[in-house]
């Protein structure tokens, strides 16, 4: 399997980089909606840490992403494929990698404005505080921000794997195929 994109099919380290935010991320959600409706108090510290560092590495792993693509190629579009579905595909693309960003942004964000605190990655190393310490309004707007953009992720995340299945299963392109990590390159493109 090659590393690299190439015309027809994404190579193996974009497709890492796309299913491990992928897991990562079904994990947050997961995480992060029964954490919510956990009791405050210390034996919730662990749940709250693990998301946090979780989020963290999420972020890590977008900006890795942004850099590879910075120097990879990304494959044509699959034959046939309408002009307005592409542009719609580059537009869902843009949204996603913003939100990938926005979303443990903004969580790191309401954390700092917390300061309940210090944040550590995994136990390993702390994570510098964004606001200096307390911040009520920023804390409140933070997490106001951070619910709502996990909200809009998730559609923009279901629409986009909707349209991936709509291109497996009724067109029959090579749209999803060549972005599964057991396919070493789409077969059928011309």
């Known amino acids: ?3 690299k994109s190439d015309a027809t099919s994404w190579g193996s380290v974009a497709k890492f980089f796309h299913w491990a935010i992928v897991l990562l991320i079904l994990t947050q959600a ?5 954490m919510v409706e956990l009791p405050k108090r210390p034996s919730s510290i662990p749940v709250y840490s693990f998301h946090k560092s979780l989020g963290i590495t999420i972020l890590a792993l977008a900006v890795l992403r942004l850099v590879w693509r910075l120097f990879d190629t990304r494959p044509r579009d699959v034959p046939g494929m309408p002009h307005w579905q592409a542009l719609g595909a580059r537009f ?3 949204l996603l990698y913003a939100l990938i960003f926005a979303v443990p942004l903004s969580g790191w964000l309401f954390d700092s404005a917390s300061s309940l605190r ?5 136990n390993l190393f702390p994570m510098p505080n964004l606001t200096g ?3 009520e309004a920023v804390k409140e707007w933070a997490e106001g921000a951070h619910e709502l953009l996990f909200w809009v992720l998730i559609l923009v995340a279901a629409g986009h794997a909707a349209a991936a299945l709509v291109h497996h299963f009724h ?5 999803l195929a060549r972005m599964l990590p057991w396919r070493s390159r789409a077969r059928g493109l011309s």
């Open 133 to 135: 310490g307390k911040n």
């Open 1 to 3: 399997m090659a590393l």
């Open 118 to 122: 210090p944040l550590y990655w995994f």
């Open 171 to 175: 067109n029959r392109d090579e749209t």
């Open 30 to 34: 997961v995480i992060g909606l029964v």
């Open 92 to 94: 869902g693309h843009a």
